[in-house]
């Protein structure tokens, strides 16, 4: 059976970058910790596309917002159900929850992935 993978997209305002970096160094170890194979975030750096949408655009960033593009790689789809339920029982997340996190949790794009190609 093929790998499996979650991915998002979130508009993070540029001067909250290097608390949104903190924040995932912390969450990719928790994830790699409870099996995880893969975790990558980026910051996008080249997103004015003129004759394609741009991640900017599909994510709807504000001139002064940065787009980051993750994903988390599984053994399998059950392997993620396992590993993201014992994330999420992992109080060290607890403390990522405050009152004022870097990003607005509402415009984050999410989803499960099958893997069709792997190199």
Known sequence: M?????????PVPQ???DEYKKMAELA???WKEH???EYI??????????????????AGA?????????WIVFESREHRDQVNQAVMADPRL????????????????YGGFKVI???
């Open 28 to 30: 990719g170890s928790i």
């Open 2 to 10: 093929g790998k499996y993978v979650d991915g998002y997209v979130i």
């Open 62 to 70: 504000h001139e002064d917002e940065t787009v980051i593009f993750a």
């Open 94 to 109: 607890v403390g990522m929850n405050s009152d004022s996190p870097p990003f607005n949790c509402k415009r984050m794009a």
């Open 15 to 17: 001067n909250n970058l």
């Open 35 to 37: 099996g995880a194979l």
């Open 117 to 119: 190609v792997n190199h």
């Open 41 to 58: 975030e980026c910051a996008g750096d080249d997103l004015d596309q003129k004759e394609l949408v741009s991640f900017k655009k599909m």
